[in-house]
């Protein structure tokens, strides 16, 4: 995994990151690989909350390539 951030103000950043892996999956023949391109930001619109939008593009053995929209919250404590 490799990931570039940059903070645009102190609340809010962007990055981007790439992920390589390995994984086990139930309709591949065996292990195959999978690359991940990712786009993404962490938002602390509040104290002690953050919300991380981020848009994910894989790669893996089967043809053309999956797009996936996410959203995290995290609340500290």
């Known amino acids: 995994m490799a990931e570039l951030m940059y903070q645009v103000i102190s ?3 962007v990055y981007v990151r790439y992920e390589r892996y390995f994984t086990d999956q139930s309709q591949a023949p065996g292990t195959v690989n999978a ?3 990712i786009v993404g930001a962490q938002l602390f619109v509040l104290p002690y909350v953050e919300v991380r939008p981020e848009y ?4 893996t053995f089967r043809q053309g390539v ?4 996410a959203v995290q919250l995290h609340i500290f404590y």
Request: proline letters at 0%; zero cysteines; glycine letters at 8%.
């Open 56 to 59: 994910r593009l894989w790669d």
């Open 11 to 13: 609340a809010a950043s």
């Open 66 to 69: 999956s797009t996936r929209w």
């Open 35 to 37: 690359n991940a391109g």
